[in-house]
Nanobody, 115 residues
Framework: VQFVESGGGLVEPGGSLRLSCAASGFSFSSYFMSWYRQAPGKERELVAGISNFGSRTNYAASVKGRFTISRDNAKNTIYLQMNSLKPEDTAVYYC?????????WGQGTQVTVSS
């Protein structure tokens, strides 16, 4: 199982970023997939999830209305469109399945929201 996250960077408050996560080593379309994030000194938290074929999504209250998760099963990839970014969104973002993540995690992609 392997995850490769990308698309992070430094953005000003109110800005946008689109994250991507390419997955391999398992039957991608069989699983509910999610984005997680971990801020310095904090535990990893669930940000957003999407069902096997995209019909259902869920979001943490802190990002609802600002973030949109999507997936492309043909590319074994999930995406996270992040709009109206806030400094508190600063974290390393990871993808994995939900509800029980695989033991292996990718390197994540750093998102820093700062002026």
């Amino acid at each position: 199982v392997q995850f490769v996250e990308s698309g992070g960077g430094l953005v000003e408050p109110g800005g946008s970023l689109r994250l991507s996560c390419a997955a391999s080593g398992f039957s991608f379309s069989s699983y509910f997939m999610s984005w997680y994030r971990q801020a310095p000194g904090k535990e990893r938290e669930l940000v957003a999830g999407i069902s096997n074929f995209g019909s259902r999504t869920n979001y943490a209250a802190s990002v609802k209305g600002r973030f949109t998760i999507s997936r492309d099963n043909a590319k074994n990839t999930i995406y996270l469109q992040m709009n109206s970014l806030k400094p508190e969104d600063t974290a390393v973002y990871y993808c994995n399945r939900q509800p029980t993540p695989f033991p292996s995690w990718g390197q994540g992609t750093q998102v820093t929201v700062s002026s």
